[in-house]
């Protein structure tokens, strides 16, 4: 059993800041790589920034230089430091995680909102 949870999202200003924590827990050795996904109305689901164990990123073009992707491999945890919010970042945002034992297998949270709003 694989579970993500998302924690951290809520209502802020534009020019405001939150961070969003993902935590895995069940029976897990390892994460191949973990992300964050986000999807706002009427828009497809789209890649946010994804990291690996070995702490390599990648970022959306739109959130480059804003937003900072990070895991804590011993908590089993990801993190999302969301900076200079823009109302165009308004969605739910998803954590993934790529985990391959016992068989490759992608698991998702159950979302947690994030509004950028005066």
């Known amino acids: 059993q694989v579970q993500l949870v998302e924690s951290g999202g809520g209502l802020v200003q534009p020019g405001g800041s939150l961070r969003l924590s993902c935590a895995a827990s069940g029976s897990i050795f390892s994460i191949n790589v973990m992300g964050w996904y986000r999807q706002a109305p009427g828009k497809s689901r789209e890649l946010v920034a994804v990291?690996?164990?070995?702490?390599?990123?990648n970022y959306a073009t739109s959130v480059k230089g804003r937003f900072t992707i990070s895991r804590d491999n011993a908590k089993r945890t990801v993190y999302l430091q969301m900076n200079s919010l823009k109302p165009e970042d308004t969605a739910v945002y998803y954590c993934?995680?790529?985990?391959?034992?016992?068989?490759?297998?992608?698991?998702w949270g159950q979302g947690t909102q994030v509004t950028v709003s005066s």
């Open positions: 993934n995680a790529e985990i391959p034992e016992p068989s490759l297998g992608d698991y």
């Open positions: 990291i690996t164990r070995d702490g390599s990123t």
